[in-house]
């Protein structure tokens, strides 16, 4: 038994992922729900919408999910699974469709404690403390989210950017119990272990590239901000040359803040050092949520299905670290080179798709026409995460150019109000 077609359905859930892939046999179809999450809708969109999503989904999937994938933790890709409680919940509604299989990453194992010795097979204690560390960073967002809603020393913009990373990077536990109780069976994977996905998608190969463990590669531990080679930078070399900053801007020597009642209050001659504490302290609650936001990201799944002639990779949020394991594996890279549909990770930021994956997608083409082009969808809302200034932009406009450029790109922002588009792949 084989599947004939594949349907994507793209859902309209502003800043997060929300994706039912609908795998077409001759007496049946055969559904898998990739993430559920949104830390921000559009104008014009509806508050319950996620709870319409979920609605639309039980009545599309005949009351029935073979498989649910959350790719990691961030609310942007989870918190569609909570249940706040109520029956008539996203949570519980995706729940009610009682799904055979939960796929996670391995670092959601709950036997993983800090006291656990590693993912299954009881790998060496690197892999706890990995674990661990992400929970306490988990902590301290939690408690830079409280000083941002306690402090008024904060910029406009400031108080966006930590509000935000804050929020996305708490624990989100309602949703992670549902996912934990949810399904008849589940599974934490790690790059190149089978999956039980495949066994309930006949005809479906279904290769898990990542996460790696720390084990087999370490470097998921670590983050780099920039990297000229791998991300989309743009313009970096032409502004070195100019002499200039990133940006553009030149940095005053003394930066100061916005101008506030209660500095008056203190003397004169105290008031640039009361500046710079404030500005260090900014400093370091921006550091600790963009170092965890960095390490959840290279904590996703990232999963290429392959069936027919067509493979499809859906690769959550994963950033360079965790796409390094594979795109050093030489029989990946020829498996990677025949992707026909790619959902883009991270909603387009710029070191979510490294250009040595980009570059290896044998089905790009600068002509629209072309048979057999590489189908793209990202799910995105702009102005909501990172910043122009800084080219950290989401989704990132030279990456954006480039899928416009050599492939078929569809992004949830097209979809203004309506529920969702669908993208058919036959097989």
Known sequence: MTPSRVTIRSYQVGFGDYFLLSFQYDAEERHVLIDFGSTGLPEGVP?????????????????????????????DHISGFATRNKKTSSGSIIAGLTPELVLQPWTEDPDLSPEATGPRRREPSLAAHHVSSLAEMQLAAAQVLSEVRRVRYLSTDLRNELSFMGENNLANLDAIKNLMTMGKKREYAHAQQPTALQELLPGVTVDVLGPPTVNQSNTITKQRSRDEDEFWHLLAHAEKALGRPRGGKVKPLFPTYLAQKSRDQFPIDARW???????????????????LDEALNNTSLILLFKTGSKSLLFPGDAQIENWSYALNQEDIREKLKAVDLYK????GSMNAT?????SLFENKS?????????QTLMSTMAHKHGSEDRKTEVPRQPLVQALNRESTLFSTQALKAELYHDTIMEL
């Open 366 to 374: 600068k002509d629209a026409t072309s048979q057999g082009r590489l």
């Open 47 to 75: 508050k319950n919408q996620l709870d319409l999503i979920a609605k639309d989904i039980a009545e599309r999937s005949n009351g029935k999910l073979t498989a649910v994938v959350a790719t990691h933790r961030h609310r």
């Open 354 to 358: 490294p250009k040595s994956l980009w």
């Open 344 to 347: 883009v990770g991270h909603h």
């Open 273 to 291: 050092l009361i500046n710079q504490a404030k500005r260090l302290r900014t400093d370091q609650m921006l550091q600790i949520v963009r170092i």
